[in-house]
């Protein structure tokens, strides 16, 4: 499984941006596709997950500002973040689970995301 993270940029406090992942290669189904994302000196963090189903979940911390959304027929997860602020600076990281059943997590290479104040 390939994943191509694409749409960072810069933007300033309180605007907005998307991000875009599809999965590519050999598979069928994928069942869960994240977001992760990880700021220069800092860990990795959960950011936002959907289910096959749409089911989504988020961190306390982008909770209703961000929409985590997939185009299952494009195996693409999408990621809409609003009211940016400066913390949310970070490489943005996608990572789907589940794939065909099996128990490996695969992750894109990420794309950066940077908001000035």
């Known amino acids: 499984v390939q994943l191509q993270a694409s749409g960072g940029g810069s933007v300033q406090t309180g605007g907005s941006l998307r991000v875009a992942c599809a999965a590519s290669?050999?598979?069928?189904?994928?069942?869960?596709m994240a977001w992760h994302r990880q700021a220069p000196g800092k860990q990795r963090e959960f950011v936002a997950v959907?289910?096959?189903?749409?089911?989504?979940y988020y961190s306390d911390s982008v909770k209703g500002r961000f929409t985590i959304s997939r185009d299952t027929a494009k195996d693409t997860v999408y990621l809409q973040m609003n009211s940016l602020k400066p913390e949310d600076t970070a490489v943005y990281l996608c990572?789907?689970?589940?794939?065909?059943?099996?128990?490996?997590?695969?992750w894109g290479q990420g794309t950066q995301v940077t908001v000035s104040s």
């Open positions: 959907i289910s096959r189903g749409g089911t989504a």
């Open positions: 290669g050999s598979f069928t189904i994928i069942n869960n």
């Open positions: 990572k789907v689970s589940g794939v065909d059943g099996g128990r490996t997590d695969y």
